[in-house]
C-alpha cells in the first residue's frame, strides 16, 4: 500500500521569496516520488521524478525536491517564487519496480503575491 | 508533437443520462490510464489499459463505469445513469509504456451532473 500527505492545502509567498511545499510518503517498498504542477484550465504537467539515483532532483522552472528515506519527505523547494508559479502542485508516489498506478496527494495551492 | 488529447472539454448532462469521455493518447503511447478529479481532491485512479485490454479496472466505482480501447489507440470511458456524485473531472494519461515511464495528462474533461 502506498499514500502521500502534503501537510499544507494552501501556501502563500511574496515573489522572489523561497518556495516550499511539504509532502511525506509512505510506501511498503521502494518508491518512486513526483511532483506535477496543474494551472488553471491546464493539465497536469510533471515537474520532477526520483527514481533512486540521485537524492537530490532538479526540476523544470527552477524547481527541486529532495528524498530523504529516514523522514519518508520529499518537498518541493525553489529558491525565488515567480508570480507565474501560482498554481496547484500534486506529490505523488508510485512502486518503481513494475506496474504501479500514481497514488496522488491532495494538492496544495500555492498563491504568489507580488 | 501532439500531447493528450480529451474531448469534450466540457459535458454538462441530466441525473440518469448516459455519457461517453474520450481521450487520444501521444501517439505510440502503449498504457493508457484514467483518473478522476473531485473539487478540492488529487486525482484517483480508475483504470488502466496496456494495448487494448484493461490491465487494471480496480478503481472504477460500481458497474456503471465502463472503459474501451479498441484499437489500442482512441480510449472512450462511459457512464451510465449517471449521478450528481459522479461530477468531477476526469483526467486521461498516457506513457510509452508502464513500469516506471512518465504518464503524460490531458487538459480533462469536466462532468457536471444536474
Known amino acids: 500500500a502506498q499514500s502521500v500527505t502534503q501537510l499544507d492545502s494552501h501556501v502563500s509567498v511574496s515573489e522572489g521569496t523561497p518556495v516550499l511545499l511539504r509532502c511525506n510518503y509512505s510506501?511498503?517498498?521502494?518508491?518512486?516520488l513526483f511532483w506535477y504542477v496543474q494551472h488553471p484550465n491546464k493539465g497536469l504537467q510533471l515537474l520532477l521524478k526520483?527514481?533512486?539515483?540521485?537524492?537530490l532532483v532538479k526540476g523544470i522552472n527552477g524547481f527541486e525536491a529532495e528524498f530523504k528515506k529516514s523522514e519518508t519527505s520529499f518537498h518541493l523547494t525553489k529558491p525565488s517564487a515567480h508570480m507565474s508559479d501560482a498554481a496547484e502542485y500534486f506529490c505523488?508516489?508510485?512502486?518503481?519496480?513494475?506496474?504501479?498506478?500514481?497514488?496522488f496527494g491532495k494538492g496544495t495551492m500555492l498563491l504568489v503575491s507580488p | 508533437g501532439a500531447g493528450v488529447s480529451q474531448t469534450p472539454s466540457n459535458k454538462v448532462t441530466e441525473k440518469g443520462k448516459y455519457v461517453e469521455l474520450r481521450c487520444d493518447p501521444i501517439?505510440?503511447?502503449?498504457?493508457l490510464y484514467w483518473y478522476r478529479q473531485s473539487l478540492g481532491q488529487g486525482p484517483e485512479f480508475l483504470i488502466y489499459?496496456?494495448?487494448?485490454?484493461?490491465?487494471?479496472d480496480s478503481g472504477l466505482p460500481n458497474d456503471r463505469f465502463f472503459a474501451v480501447r479498441p484499437e489500442g489507440s482512441v480510449s472512450t470511458l462511459k457512464i451510465q445513469r449517471t449521478e450528481r456524485g459522479d461530477s468531477a473531472v476526469y483526467l486521461c494519461?498516457?506513457?510509452?509504456?508502464?513500469?516506471?515511464?512518465?504518464?503524460?495528462f490531458g487538459p480533462g474533461t469536466r462532468l457536471t451532473v444536474l
Open positions: 494519461a498516457s506513457s510509452l509504456a508502464a513500469s516506471g515511464d512518465t504518464q503524460y
Open positions: 510506501s511498503s517498498y521502494s518508491p518512486s
Open positions: 526520483y527514481t533512486s539515483a540521485a537524492t
Open positions: 505523488v508516489v508510485s512502486l518503481q519496480e513494475g506496474y504501479s498506478t500514481l497514488t
Open positions: 501517439s505510440g503511447h502503449t498504457a
Open positions: 489499459f496496456q494495448g487494448t485490454g484493461a490491465a487494471d
